[in-house]
């Protein structure tokens, strides 16, 4: 999962980065509307973490803008966005729930609890409600990041799970390397250009070859089950 934190608070910002990162996302950080926009308009994100009081601005704007396009003109118009208000701001956190936003936490928040209300973001994004995600004999725990295969724990580096993951939230649909990536690394990641090939190869060998198919010039993707 990719995600944009939009918080001017450095601290803050500084800490969300290193609690999501550890968990395997990727994070990108902006600290203005302008930023935070421009950056919205470029990039696919998966999840908008956005802090309502910017110095150089309401952070509400940001959300105003992306849900007033229409979603096919704009990647991200309809990604979920979590909103972080100070705890006596009940009238903006309901101004912006009736704008478009997902959730809202109130700070200081427990770093643990907003992880679980982005994970339960993401499901209901794709249209899921069960935490794990079961394709074939595997079985995937996006929270405790751990995967099981006919009932035995495998072990997957981190990457190698990211990988995984981001295919199998989606599957059957193909994904190109780019985007792919984009779930992996952020803007100031190194990356090396064969990253995404040599995780799915490791996959191939830990589960098994049928689990990642290739579709030629395309992508990746992970079959439906067989029935
Ligand atoms: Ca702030």
């Known amino acids: 999962m990719r995600v944009l934190v939009v918080e001017d608070d450095e601290g803050i910002a500084t800490g969300l980065e290193a609690h999501l990162r550890q968990l ?7 600290d203005s509307v302008d930023t935070a926009w421009t950056a919205l308009r470029v990039e696919p994100f998966d ?3 956005l802090d309502l009081g910017l110095r150089g601005g309401d952070g509400a ?3 105003r803008r992306l849900r007033q396009v229409p979603p096919a003109r704009l990647p991200d118009a309809a990604t979920p966005v979590l909103v972080m208000t100070a705890r006596d701001q009940v009238a903006a956190r309901i101004e912006c729930l009736d704008m478009g936003a997902d959730d809202y936490v109130t700070k ?6 907003l992880s679980a209300r982005m994970r339960a973001l993401r499901r209901r994004s794709l249209g899921r409600a069960q935490p794990l995600i079961t394709a074939g004999a595997l079985e995937v725990d996006p929270a405790n990041r751990t995967v099981l295969q006919d009932g035995q724990p495998v072990e997957l580096s981190a990457r190698e799970f990211g990988v995984l993951l981001a295919l199998i939230e989606v599957r059957p649909r193909v994904l190109s390397r780019p985007q ?3 779930q992996l690394y952020s803007w100031d990641n190194a990356l090396d250009s064969n990253a995404v090939e040599v995780h799915v190869h490791h996959l191939r060998k830990k589960l098994g070859e049928a689990v990642i198919r290739t579709l030629r010039g395309v992508g990746y993707f992970v079959p439906e089950d067989k029935p």
């Open 108 to 113: 200081p928040f427990d770093p643990d609890e």
């Open 24 to 30: 395997g996302w990727a994070v990108d950080i902006t």
């Open 61 to 63: 704007e940001v959300l």
């Open 180 to 182: 792919i990536e984009a």
């Open 47 to 49: 999840l908008v973490l």
